[in-house]
């Protein structure tokens, strides 16, 4: 069974510009999460989707978006890029909503640098 | 509020030593337990997870945490470490309320 797969791998933009970043779970896994990676500051939670619907959001500002499609397959989104942006972004994926409760699959991540 | 504490940022040990990387949390009601690793250049994976029953939890590559509930820890431990445990390790709690919170990560590395 293929595993979680993000695109691109690697993006480097300027401020101000946008960014949208792609994650395809694992075939039959209907929630998607999204993290962004720091060193120093691990793993911060973005958004999840579950069945096309946002269900859970994390503490960042407004410029972050995402969607999932009917396939499940999901989609975020940066906007008005700033510096403090470059980071490593994460996809997980499960079976079922319950990001507590349900083991998580992540892929390799997206690293996105910001000059 | 919600927290998870790893307190060593970096280890450093030699190869056949034994580790211990400590985690407390802080969170309400029933809580599942995670450890999560990644491994240079590979994706973060689940190394072993808590949910309920024997608080002595294995997992893989003879790794095992010990959920201790009257002092919120969950701390992982391995008798002898290789040089291929050098790793990020990441402890996590979640709970019914569909959260999880993910510690800020402890790099190991092993001295071969």
């Known amino acids: 069974k293929a595993g979680v797969t993000q695109t691109p791998r690697y993006l480097i933009k300027t401020r101000g510009q946008q960014v949208t970043l792609s994650c395809s779970p694992i075939?039959?896994?209907?929630?998607v999460s999204w993290y962004q990676q720091t060193p120093g500051q691990g793993l911060q939670f973005l958004f999840e989707?579950?069945?096309?619907?946002?269900?859970n959001k994390g503490n960042f500002p407004g410029r972050f978006s995402g969607r999932q499609f009917s396939n499940s397959r999901s989609e975020m989104n940066v906007s008005t890029l700033e510096l403090g942006d470059s980071a490593l972004y994460l996809c997980?994926?499960?079976?079922?909503?319950?990001?507590?409760?349900?083991?998580?699959?992540f892929g390799p991540g997206t690293r996105l640098t910001v000059l | 509020a919600q927290s998870v504490s790893q307190h060593n940022h970096h280890v450093i040990l030699s190869e056949a030593a034994s580790l211990e990387l400590g985690c407390n949390y802080s969170?309400?009601?029933?809580?599942?337990l995670f450890w999560y690793v990644q491994y240079p250049g590979q994706h973060l994976q689940l190394l072993l997870k808590?949910?309920?029953?024997?608080?002595l939890v294995k997992g893989i590559k003879g790794f095992e945490a010990e959920f201790i509930k009257s002092k919120f820890s969950f701390n992982l431990r391995k008798p002898s470490v290789q040089w291929s445990d050098t790793a990020e390790y990441f402890c996590?709690?979640?709970?019914?309320?569909?959260?999880?919170?993910f510690g800020k990560g402890t790099r190991l590395h092993i001295l071969p």
């Open positions: 997980a994926s499960s079976k079922s909503r319950g990001r507590g409760t349900d083991t998580q699959y």
């Open positions: 075939s039959g896994h209907r929630s």
């Open positions: 989707y579950f069945s096309e619907t946002q269900r």
């Open positions: 969170y309400g009601g029933t809580v599942n």
């Open positions: 808590y949910f309920s029953g024997d608080p």
């Open positions: 996590a709690v979640g709970g019914r309320d569909d959260k999880i919170i």
